[in-house]
């Protein structure tokens, strides 16, 4: 991830890459990254001077190929647009491809031993306790998700918004379930995460499409307005 100025780095370097990374660029050439010397799958076991590092492979949402740092002598974790501490994410979930992973990946990288976290991107490093906040933060929007969704029926919401398509009754839906996790979530996370009253229904919305499949009830009703 943001590699487009790696064609600065003197030739010769020694350059690592996931097999996923390396995929992606040798397939535009014209970009004048570097062609990874090392590739790697799942991970790879460095020692750099007298430092032991570790390289992971993370699927996580915002990237393919994207990997962790870790030095664990130094209690060091380099992991980038998954964390971002004293922040929310960027919108909609950092523009992410795999909301399941980013949910998944708390636990995960709680199984480091680390006291600094380098996140890129936010105004400070962070800690564990940046995570388990995180963490919290998620859990609030997926509760409040899947309150609202209980409550609030797709042919109804169609109803309201002059849906007369499958897809508009849907996206209906999905749109009034992310406003009630907005009003219910951002009051108590406005002052505590920045951009929570930014974002806020964004990241609802993209975990509210992530968590409603269109349920057999809701497929009669968006049946009966016709595609």
Known sequence: DHIGEAWRFADGLTVIAHADAAARLAQDDALGIPAPT????????????????RLDFWPNPDETGNISIHLADSRVLMLVDVFWPGWVPFRNLTLGQDVPGLL??????????FDTLVSGHVTRLGRR???????????????????????????????????TTSWGAYEARVVEVARCC??????????????A??????????????????????EVDVAALGD
């Not at 090392?38 to 590092?53: E, H, K, N, Y």
């Not at 907005?182 to 951009?195: I, M, V, Y």
């Open 38 to 53: 090392t590739v790697f799958d799942d991970a790879l076991d460095l020692v750099i001077g007298d430092r032991a590092v």
């Open 197 to 218: 009253d930014v974002f806020g229904f964004e990241h609802c919305r993209a975990l509210a499409r992530g968590r409603m499949p269109v349920s057999s009830e809701a």
């Open 129 to 163: 306790e940046d995570v388990l906040e995180q963490r919290e933060w998620l859990g609030d929007l997926l509760a409040a998700v899947d309150e609202a969704a209980a409550r609030v029926a797709q042919s109804a919401a169609a109803d309201r918004h002059g849906a």
């Open 104 to 113: 998944a990946g708390h636990e995960r990288v709680l199984g480091y031993e």
């Open 182 to 195: 907005a009003q219910a979530t951002e009051p108590k996370w406005r002052e505590r995460l920045g951009g």
